[in-house]
C-alpha cells in the first residue's frame, strides 16, 4: 500500500530479475483495509493468488495475467495459511480466525472445503509433507500431514514441547 492513497493498493512486478518495475494500481472498496500477495503457481508466474483484506473477511482473488487483472474466487474469515505443492496440485488455503481448510485440485483455480476443524497460522509444502502452524488441538504449534490435508498429526504441542511460563513480565 502506498500512503496518501485512499481505497487503492499498488503491485509491483519485474521480469528481468528487479532491474525495471511495473507498477499496477488495484482499486479497493472503502471496507476494504490492504492487499496481499499471498502465492504464485510454480509453474505459472502470472498465475498469482491473493487477498484483499477488511475487517470481518478476507477477499481472496487470483490473476492470471501477473496481477494486470483480478477475479473472486472466495471470501473467507481469514487466509494467512496458503501451500502450494511444487507440483502445481493440490493447493491448500487456511487461516487462523477460521477452522476451514479449503483445497484445490485444479491448480488454484477453484477451491472446495476439505475439513472445518483446523485453524492454520502458515502452511508450507517440503516435497509431499504439507507443514502448518496451528491444528486441531489449541495447544499445537506445529503439525503436518503426509495426505495433502486429509489428516494432520501435531509434531510440536505447547506445554508438552514448548515450556510455556506466565505470565509476561512485559
Excluded at 477477499?59 to 495459511?81: M, N, W, Y
Excluded at 497460522?121 to 504439507?130: M, T
Excluded at 510440536?156 to 515450556?163: H, Q, S, T
Amino acid at each position: 500500500l502506498v500512503p496518501g492513497e485512499m481505497g487503492a493498493a499498488f503491485l509491483f512486478r519485474s521480469d528481468d530479475r528487479g532491474r525495471t518495475w511495473q507498477t499496477t494500481r488495484l482499486d479497493m472498496d472503502p471496507a476494504q483495509r490492504g492487499f496481499v500477495l499471498l502465492a504464485v503457481d510454480p509453474r505459472d508466474p502470472d498465475h498469482l493468488l491473493a487477498r484483499f483484506t477488511s475487517a470481518f473477511a478476507d477477499r481472496i482473488v487470483q490473476s492470471f495475467d501477473g496481477g494486470q487483472t483480478f477475479t473472486d474466487l472466495t471470501s473467507l474469515p481469514s487466509a494467512e495459511a496458503i501451500a502450494w505443492h511444487p507440483s502445481g496440485n493440490p493447493v491448500v488455503l487456511g487461516g487462523a480466525a477460521d477452522p476451514t481448510l479449503w483445497r484445490s485440485t485444479d491448480g488454484g483455480r477453484t477451491f472446495e472445503v476439505l475439513r472445518d476443524d483446523l485453524a492454520l497460522g502458515c502452511a508450507h509444502y517440503v516435497g509431499d509433507v504439507l507443514w502448518g502452524c496451528g491444528g486441531v488441538e489449541v495447544e499445537t504449534a506445529v503439525t503436518r500431514s503426509f495426505d495433502h490435508g486429509e489428516t494432520f498429526e501435531p509434531v510440536m504441542v505447547f506445554v508438552e514441547d514448548i515450556p510455556v511460563e506466565g505470565p509476561c513480565a512485559a
